[in-house]
């Protein structure tokens, strides 16, 4: 077999209408190089024909890859495993749509070349996408950087070449709750950005609702900060100071003015029903960080393959069985 120089990893989520171009793409860019390359699909538990399609790429072309996951473990898992069983010497994660450029790719290989370990790339523009998303991205970037102490590029996606030796360092980082763009970050090495501008998705929708997306972001910021923690203790001191301020005061009308002090339900109820939210909002960020020391604890694989093609299986704690290899 040709040595492989670059491994693509492509997560897909029900992205049948987009496959085949995507495909034509990448296999026109990574051809052009004149090295050996493979295009590893990750079928992320898609309804669709998205695993019938790649099916059919991987019996007529043996630099199709497919890892075929049981069910739906999420995009950040799926680029996990792509890295698990990249075999190139660098690596490029780009989502299945096409609003990451392919042809940004034999510029990155040129970085990379220059000595780079992370080339990563910096959305220039947004093209295709609401204003909610533009501004709710841009604002949680910055939030991100001003939470953690690691410095997780702004406006940065997981489109990006990454070296053998980060990927080899990736894997050794066992959790379950992967931000993997923060991960890269945190495992350093030599960094650059190429700007592009982020196109349209090609065909079809979003496979990141609203509620996907929030789980992103909060993926991103516990398991780089302990800051949302902190913020229970200082609002929980700032807000007894207050009160025992205001105690205070309340004696002392009784004692020394009597004559003024009202029964004041009102006040009462504004005071216990705003300490209560308070404590449930703190109680549910500890929730948070507990869920996810649960999530750990439990030591579960962080993904289970149905099966490969036109690759091997391998061995070792984050790789799981496959008990079929014969193509339908
Ligand atoms: N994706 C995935 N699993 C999921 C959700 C998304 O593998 O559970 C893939 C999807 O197929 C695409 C990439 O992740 O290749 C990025 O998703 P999408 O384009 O829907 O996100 P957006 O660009 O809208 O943020
Ligand atoms: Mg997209």
């Known amino acids: 077999m040709d040595k492989i120089l670059c491994s693509v990893i492509v997560p897909m989520y029900n992205e049948e209408a987009v496959i085949i171009e995507t495909h034509r793409r990448l296999t026109q860019v990574m051809s052009s190089i004149g090295e050996g390359y493979e295009i590893i699909f990750i079928n992320d538990g898609s309804r669709d024909n ?38 190139g010497e660098c690596m490029v994660i780009i989502d299945g749509d096409l609003q990451d450029p392919p042809e940004l790719i034999p510029d990155m290989i040129k970085k990379w070349r220059e000595g780079y370990d992370v080339v990563y790339g910096k959305r220039k523009s947004r093209q295709g996408e609401t204003a909610f998303k533009k501004f709710t991205a841009k604002a949680y970037y910055r939030i991100l950087r001003s939470l953690t102490n690691v410095e997780i590029p702004v406006d940065t996606g997981d489109f990006r070449l990454i070296d053998r030796k980060v990927c080899e360092a990736l ?39 609203l509620k996907k997306m929030i789980k992103l972001a909060m993926d991103g910021i516990m398991s780089f900060s302990y800051k949302p923690l902190k913020l229970a203790s200082y609002i929980g001191a700032i807000l007894s100071g207050i009160s025992f301020i205001y105690l205070i005061a309340v004696l002392i009308q009784k004692l020394f003015f009597p004559e003024t002090s009202q029964s004041g339900w009102t006040s009462l109820i504004a005071v216990s029903l705003f300490f209560n939210g308070i404590i449930l909002l703190m109680l549910g960020i500890i929730g948070e960080y507990i869920g996810r020391i649960y999530d750990e604890a439990k030591g579960r694989p962080l993904y289970i393959i149905n099966e490969l093609r036109n690759m091997e299986e391998r061995q070792g704690p984050r790789y799981s069985i496959k008990q079929n290899t014969n193509p339908d």
């Open 171 to 209: 894997k050794q980082l066992p959790e379950r709750s992967r931000y993997v763009r923060g991960l890269m970050s945190w495992v350093g090495f030599k960094q650059i950005a190429i700007e592009f501008e982020r196109n349209e998705r090609f065909a079809g929708e979003t496979k990141y609702p």
């Open 50 to 87: 998205t695993r019938a399609i790649i099916n059919d790429l991987c019996n007529k072309d043996t630099n199709i890859k497919m890892i075929d996951f049981a069910r739906n473990f999420g995009h950040q898992i799926a680029i996990t495993a792509g890295m698990d069983y990249a075999a």
